[in-house]
T-cell receptor
Framework: DADVTQTPRNRITKTGKRIMLECSQTKGHDRMYWYRQDPGLGLRLIYYSFDVKDINKGEISDGYSVSRQAQAKFSLSLESAIPNQTALYFC???????????FGPGTRLTVL | GENVEQHPSTLSVQEGDSAVIKCTYSDSASNYFPWYKQELGKRPQLIIDIRSNVGEKKDQRIAVTLNKTAKHFSLHITETQPEDSAVYFCAASRAGRRALTFGSGTRLQVQP
């Protein structure tokens, strides 16, 4: 079945380290998203991309960067991780005609 | 930008009772309103959505209502079952090149 996958699924790192979270999809969707989930705060949008040449900041982009390497791949980087970036990170995809989001399984990131 | 508020943050009901979760949105141009269910340790998944040209939509025990004038929409679950226990998120977006804005989530607990 077509799916959205994320690697790694869990990561523990130290303050100041550079971290990359990767997302791949076999759904053939043009649109891809990165969200952060914290208890009581819902899903907050970090960055989104509507096609390979289109990158947009979401509501909480500070401290993060992204790269859209291909239609199927969208990576999120933390250049210098800090403890308040400890969270569950979700990648998602959607089609232009229908904004239904298909989420990956999530990456649990802990910054010590 | 869009702002979505969701209430309550937690909801406990007895099995067989109904549950109602409410969301308000700020952008009068928003026209797409999905609801996602996230079971413990899993990814969010779409359960129902509604567009602004419709006032109500039903799918078995789940229904969503939309009041465009008041800018609020609600999720109604009837005859609740223990497997309905999860976190529910509402969201809103405009048509076109717009990302979803999510509410902060409601943790529903159905007591057997």
């Amino acid at each position: 079945d077509a799916d959205v996958t994320q690697t790694p699924r869990n990561r523990i790192t130290k303050t100041g380290k550079r971290i990359m979270l990767e997302c791949s999809q076999t759904k053939g969707h043009d649109r891809m998203y990165w969200y952060r989930q914290d208890p009581g705060l819902g899903l907050r949008l970090i960055y989104y991309s509507f096609d390979v040449k289109d990158i947009n900041k979401g509501e909480i982009s500070d401290g993060y960067s992204v790269s859209r390497q291909a239609q199927a791949k969208f990576s999120l980087s933390l250049e210098s991780a800090i403890p308040n970036q400890t969270a569950l990170y979700f990648c998602a995809t959607s089609e232009p005609k229908n904004n239904e989001q298909f989420f990956g399984p999530g990456t649990r990131l802990t910054v010590l | 930008g869009e702002n979505v508020e969701q209430h309550p943050s937690t909801l406990s009901v007895q099995e067989g009772d109904s549950a109602v979760i409410k969301c308000t949105y700020s952008d009068s141009a928003s026209n797409y309103f999905p609801w996602y269910k996230q079971e413990l340790g899993k990814r969010p998944q779409l359960i129902i959505d509604i567009r602004s040209n419709v006032g109500e939509k039903k799918d078995q025990r789940i229904a969503v209502t939309l009041n465009k004038t008041a800018k609020h929409f609600s999720l109604h679950i009837t005859e609740t079952q223990p497997e309905d226990s999860a976190v529910y998120f509402c969201a809103a977006s405009r048509a076109g090149r717009r990302a979803l804005t999510f509410g902060s989530g409601t943790r529903l607990q159905v007591q057997p």
